[in-house]
């Protein structure tokens, strides 16, 4: 008998067709990567559902709907625990799911306490400071250069040629404005002027794995250094994506990659970005539990057609993961 996958998910059309602005709404799916999940998913022999954002699940749920298992990549829509609000329902009705639970996307969201953690692990992560409120930017010590952001954005929102800031007047007036414009708490940290990569892995726990790597190379008519929003919404513009080789340095990235990954106990899928320090040590910046998985523009995908490794592959490894968590019936 056939499993019927559901699919969660938010549309990046749904919300500018209510009036949400492209910015608001640049962590969310476009449509070529819901109909390319639901036909992917359909062609590996399951039935297909789809749901839709957390308040289409809650009506859903509500009405009686069930599913085998649910293909979650609903991203949320406000607040650091934003990510968490899928599964925590999916939770509660004892559905299983694709992806990290509850608690790793809530921790994970918040790069604070995601550093917190692997610091503990004793895992490279630049010192930082969190910037709750403006009387706060007289108590970071960490010497300049600087590199501020919202503590729980992601798609490089709040991130332009300001964040990377160079004294105190500089910080308190990118601190003004993020704090205004998102919010939420804004994340400083010591800038790490060396190499970005980005890991794609696959898997969970001891069955985690590197699926490969690139790193991210700005052109020069990007006129910054900075891996800005801008950046990554033109990426054919101004990026380009060197795939990792077979070097010591590669296997240092990967390494703390999946070291990082583990640590945080994010499930199935996930994608580690790595920067270098002056002394070319790989340092973790940030997870993502919920990669994006266009098939086209994404990073993860893009890492999986370097390594060989088809669209369908991908999400046949994610399906089998949560499998894994789902007791047979006795």
Not at 180 to 197: A, S, T
Not at 212 to 221: D, S, T
Request: proline fraction near 5%; aromatic fraction near 6%.
């Amino acid at each position: 008998m056939s499993l019927t996958i559901g699919l969660t998910y938010d549309l990046r059309s749904d919300y500018l067709a209510l009036g949400y602005k492209e910015e608001e709404v640049a962590e969310f799916d476009a449509d070529i990567t819901i109909n390319s999940l639901a036909d992917t998913i359909a062609e590996l022999g399951f039935k297909t559902d789809r749901i839709g954002n957390a308040r289409a699940l809650c009506t859903r749920l509500a009405a009686g709907h069930r599913w085998d298992l649910v293909f979650n990549i609903a991203e949320g829509l406000s607040g650091r625990n934003r990510e968490a609000q899928v599964p925590g329902m999916l939770e509660a009705f004892d559905i299983p799911y694709t992806m990290s639970d509850p608690l790793v996307c809530a921790v994970t969201l918040d790069k604070s306490i995601a550093k917190r953690i692997l610091q503990s692990e004793g895992i490279n992560t630049p010192r930082f400071h969190v910037v709750r409120t403006e009387a706060d930017v007289a108590r970071v010590s960490i010497p300049y250069p600087l590199f501020a952001k919202p503590i729980a954005e992601g798609t490089g929102k709040g991130i332009d040629r300001a964040s990377c800031v160079k004294n105190s007047a500089e910080l308190r007036a990118v601190c003004q404005t993020l704090l205004l414009k998102y919010d939420q708490p804004v994340l400083v940290e010591e800038f790490l002027p060396g190499r970005e990569f980005t890991v794609a892995i696959l898997g969970t726990g001891s069955k985690a794995r590197v699926l490969g790597g690139m790193e991210v190379v700005l052109r020069p008519n990007a006129n910054t250094s900075i891996y800005t929003y801008e950046m990554k919404e033109y990426c054919d513009n101004y990026v380009d994506y060197h795939r990792l080789v077979g070097t010591p340095e590669r296997e240092a990235v990967e390494k703390i990659a999946l070291d990082s990954y583990r640590a945080l106990e994010v499930r199935d899928c996930g994608r580690v970005d790595i920067r270098m320090d002056r002394e070319g040590n790989p340092s973790f910046m940030e997870v993502n539990p919920l990669p994006g998985l266009n098939p086209v523009h994404s990073d993860l995908p893009i890492i999986a057609g370097q390594e060989g490794v088809s669209f369908k592959a991908i999400i046949a490894a994610i399906i089998e993961s949560a499998r894994d968590r789902i007791p047979e019936p006795v």
